[in-house]
């Protein structure tokens, strides 16, 4: 079978700037990469009680069977939303079948055509593809800098147009995150609806100690995702239950896709019931941010470091082939650290992202720092 020239020219201009991305197994021995923040991953207990509450339901189905509009609404859906409305002290949940199709779902949904989406430069793809399936436009404020977002918002102010200001609560690539105390208050001084995604935070910085200064509730939308610390898979879009009955009328990632079987569903049931248990692992990965950041320091290499409150510690390292090279050295030695090249991150911001966990030892992030100074420095 033939294969497209036009493709083809994609893929060759991918090869001759060294940038081919290639799906890969790894069994390097220290994970910096992976996003199993609290461990939960491995934890044995979140399936074997999700089997368990499998069972007492009699939903052993190997899949849903359908469309949760059609046959696949099974009774765990409505049991694990309102576990979540509560667990996230919201007013209503929506879940779905990950963090993509959450962002892409709401985002499509709402963008209508007198709609404006005021987006952090530097959001995930999953929101920028959802933004572009909308009919909204769309402007983009200064990371995390909220005097950009009011410069915008002043620009946008009407009575005619709903406008969406969205954020992260810690970023995927910086680790860092906006004031969001900050950006709620001026979202309600300009009548504009906030959105954030809570991807990487969920689990470990709740967002009411985020939004210490509010309720959590008058948050337009929150996107949770449940594969990263929570180490399973799936997402729920959070909000008031307009937003939810908007969701099932509206939103095509929700209403076209086959939803979650049972056992999947049950899994953020018990995933979410062990967070409330599982306090220790927290504890450890406060303490290994700690430490790590003061390494950083005492090696001198914090000026090198975006500057990070949260467990995901970059080092900009410019240029693809240097940051290429580096991530390589550290793989040699059984470090699992990869490069993130532009185009993913902008020219110039190329970085090793270092992904702390729970689990990772001390010793191993000593380790790394000082492997990194001596190819750094
Ligand atoms: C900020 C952010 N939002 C959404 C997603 C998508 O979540 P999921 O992996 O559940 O599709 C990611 C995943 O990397 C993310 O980093």
Redesign the pocket.
């Known amino acids: 079978m033939r294969f497209p020239n036009s493709l083809n020219e994609k893929l060759k201009k991918r090869v001759e700037s060294n940038l081919l991305r290639k799906l890969s197994q790894t069994s390097l021995t220290y994970d910096f990469t992976s ?1 199993d923040y609290l461990g939960f991953n491995q934890l044995k207990e979140i399936s074997e009680k999700a089997t368990q509450l499998v069972e007492e339901h009699q939903l052993s189905f190997n899949g849903a069977g359908g469309s949760r509009l059609l046959s696949g609404n099974h009774s765990l859906y409505p049991l694990t939303e309102d576990y979540l409305t509560a667990h996230y002290k919201s007013l209503s949940s929506c879940i779905f079948n ?6 892409l779902g709401l985002l499509s949904a709402i963008g209508l055509r007198n709609t404006i989406f005021l987006y952090d430069e530097l ?5 920028r593809d959802g933004m572009q399936l909308s009919h909204a436009k769309a402007y983009k404020f200064q990371h995390n800098d909220a005097s950009d977002l009011e410069r915008l918002l002043t620009k946008f102010e009407s009575d005619e147009i709903d406008v969406f200001v969205i954020t ?1 609560a ?3 690539m910086d680790g860092d995150g906006p004031n969001l105390n900050r950006f709620l208050e001026l979202c309600q001084a300009y009548k504009a609806y906030l959105i954030i ?1 809570e ?2 935070s969920n689990g470990i910085f709740p967002l009411e100690d985020l939004l210490s200064e509010h309720d959590v509730k008058d948050v337009f939308a929150r ?1 949770v ?4 610390a929570l180490g399973i ?3 729920a879009v959070l909000g008031s239950e307009e937003l939810t009955t908007y969701l099932v009328n509206f939103s095509r990632s929700l209403i076209y896709t086959t939803a979650l079987s049972p056992i999947q569903v049950a899994k953020i049931y018990t995933a979410h019931q062990l967070l409330a248990e599982k306090k220790e692992e927290l504890n450890w990965l406060k303490e290994n941010i700690s430490f790590f950041r003061s390494m950083c320091f005492q090696l001198r290499l914090d000026q090198y470091f975006v500057e990070s409150f949260s467990q995901i510690q970059s080092c900009v390292i410019p240029g693809n082939d240097k940051v290429t090279e580096i991530a390589e050295k550290f793989q040699e030695r059984e470090f699992h650290v990869k490069a993130i090249k532009s185009p993913t991150v902008p020219e110039g911001q190329e970085r090793i992202r270092f992904c702390l966990r729970a689990y990772t030892n001390p010793s191993e992030m000593e380790a790394v720092l000082k492997l990194l100074k001596q190819w750094l420095v």
């Open positions: 996003n990950s963090g993509y199709t959450a962002n959001v995930h793809a999953s929101i992260e810690v970023f995927s995604d991807a990487h996107v995702t449940f594969g990263k898979e799936g997402a």
